[in-house]
């Protein structure tokens, strides 16, 4: 009994007067066209996420932040999520509410500072990307699905607050820091010190040994991944109020939060430090060299000294933008996922 198989079907080559025939009388057979790739079949930048909250003493917020957390990020499709909640040495029922709720908990025995609870939280992280939050209230839960949507299109999404939502000093400061920043990265930077961001586990964990162990991780985190070229999107988001005291001291980390900058900018851009520095001392060279040749007729040793030093702080920030350069191998990644 012969066993009867299928012959592959064959379309036979046409000359081009018997195509042309088969158009004209209708009778070429039609082809269908593939069907076009549905848009919720596409896959999503964010498949997984670790939440990190560090926290110091935020029994009030800690259990209601989580509990709403979860139900929303269990309700998007295909995400895989944690939640991992680093106590920061508190002294009350934080870090027994959060595991009650169902976070991981991280416990410092005494209080490391806020950037050495976010750093232990980046390195703890398990999943591809970290979103990073307060656990005081301020930071609404219902932000972090316009962060996921922006994340489709950056390397790490910053919720900006606008220079809106804390005292009028607070915000006076953050926009002179904001100003600063723009300046070094040559780019306007809507919200420098928030705490609120979505980000690459995979550079965040390359980045966080230049993190500091204070309040101003966000700060140098901004400026790192902006240098090191990895693409950064701000989305604005109405802060609340914050639940229970502030932690941070204007004045003393204020004057950090300069500092960091000044060190980041010389860390990955040295001559936007160091150029304007050999341009004033040049201008006030030649400034008081043309003073004392029409008051006294001739040319003084300040000049000298100040031309001097203009020279030897420009060939400066010449060194050490090649040694940044050189850096840049060692931090930088492919910027795709």
């Not at 025939?21 to 896959?43: S, Y």
């Not at 820091?177 to 010190?193: F, K, M, Q």
Request: net charge positive.
């Amino acid at each position: 009994m012969g066993v009867l198989t299928e012959r592959p079907t064959t379309i036979p080559r046409l000359a081009p007067e018997n195509l042309v025939g088969l158009m004209a009388t209708g009778e070429l057979p039609q082809i269908a066209a593939p069907p076009a790739p549905r848009d919720d079949a596409k896959p999503k930048r964010v498949a997984s996420l670790t939440v990190v909250i560090p926290a110091k003493d935020e029994s009030k917020t800690i259990g209601a932040l989580v509990a709403d957390l979860t139900r929303r990020l269990g309700a998007l499709q295909g995400l895989d999520f944690e939640i991992v909640v680093v106590d920061d040495g508190s002294r009350d029922a934080t870090a027994g509410l959060a595991a009650e709720c169902g976070a991981r908990v991280i416990r410092h025995a005494q209080s490391l500072g806020n950037g050495a609870a976010i750093k232990r939280g980046i390195r703890a992280a398990q999943k591809q990307w970290i979103l990073l939050m307060d656990a005081d209230g301020q930071h609404p839960p219902e932000t972090v699905v316009e962060l996921i949507e922006a994340a489709e299109h950056h390397d790490m999404v910053v919720a900006s607050r606008g220079g809106k939502g804390g005292a009028w000093h607070r915000n006076l400061a953050n926009r002179i820091y904001n100003g600063l920043a723009s300046w070094v990265t040559s780019r306007e930077i809507p919200d420098l010190t928030s705490g609120f961001r979505l980000l690459r586990a995979d550079i965040g964990k390359r980045l966080v040994y230049l993190l500091p162990n204070t309040f101003s991780y966000p700060t140098t985190l901004t400026l790192s991944m902006l240098r090191c070229g990895y693409s950064v999107g701000f989305v604005p988001f109405q802060v609340r109020r914050r639940v229970g005291k502030s932690h941070i001291r204007v004045l003393k980390d204020g004057t950090r939060f300069v500092l960091i900058i000044l060190k980041i900018a010389t860390l990955f851009a040295p001559l936007r430090v160091f150029l304007p520095l050999a341009l004033a001392m040049g201008a006030l060279g030649v400034g008081w060299y043309g003073y004392t040749w029409l008051a006294f007729g001739r040319f003084t040793n300040m000049s000298a000294l100040m031309l001097t030093q203009a020279t030897v702080v420009f060939m400066l920030g010449l060194v050490s933008e090649q040694v940044a350069a050189l850096r840049f191998e060692h931090v930088e990644e492919d910027l795709e996922s």
